[in-house]
């Protein structure tokens, strides 16, 4: 997955229903990699928003890392404990990849077919300031024909079992959603 994605203030009054809490964004349009980008928590018995950098650092890192890949977020050090109790999701409208055609770069929004929010699969990182790895995974069939993964989408209705499952249960959440899901424009 690419390093941008798009909010809308849309979303706002569809997030707060489905989760039943206040939540409220501004439209960025081109979120990119360290701004501040606004998670659905769940707090034990409800959910609220936490606005978190997205991004982590890690001592051995000489970049920012944005993404763990879904395949092995519960094994890796770096990501394991966040992924057992600091799992959030991410609404959005959509993100964007590039291709190469005839030399040059073109840019692609991924979105919800009914226009609908989508929800992307995240970690959080309690440092300085709260932090957000985002999730990706090999892509479906449309995806793939932009990029080599995807982010992990969790849909509506399983919003519960991503904020409660142990590990070993939630890997089938951690697949590609449905082609039929996604536009690209």
């Known amino acids: 997955m690419c ?6 203030k849309a979303l706002t009054p569809i997030v707060s229903e489905l989760f039943n809490t206040h939540y409220s964004v501004e439209t960025n349009t081109n979120l990119c990699p360290s701004q501040s980008v606004a998670t659905i928590i769940n707090s034990g018995s409800n959910y609220q928003q936490l606005n978190a950098l997205w991004g982590i650092k890690p001592n ?17 050090p770096t990501f394991r404990q ?24 073109v840019k692609y929004l991924f979105e919800h077919a009914n226009k609908m929010p989508l929800y992307m699969a995240g970690i959080l990182f309690q440092r300085e300031h709260t932090e957000l790895v985002t999730l990706t ?12 993964r995807m ?7 399983d919003k519960e079992d991503w904020f409660n499952l142990p590990v070993p249960k939630i890997e089938p959440l951690l697949k590609h959603v449905d082609d039929k ?4 424009l």
Do not use: M
């Not at 390093?3 to 809308?8: K, Q």
């Not at 982010?151 to 209705?157: F, K, M």
């Open 3 to 8: 390093g941008r994605f798009s909010v809308d």
């Open 151 to 157: 982010p992990v989408l969790i849909l509506p209705e």
């Open 60 to 76: 051995w890192s000489k970049k920012l890392i944005i993404n763990a890949q879904a395949e092995t977020v519960a094994n890796k």
């Open 82 to 105: 966040a992924f057992q109790s600091q799992r959030c999701l991410v609404p959005c409208n959509g993100w964007f990849e590039w291709r190469t055609e005839e030399g040059k770069k």
């Open 137 to 148: 995974t090999k892509p479906n069939n449309k995806c793939g024909q932009y990029h080599k």
């Open 181 to 184: 899901l996604i536009n690209v």
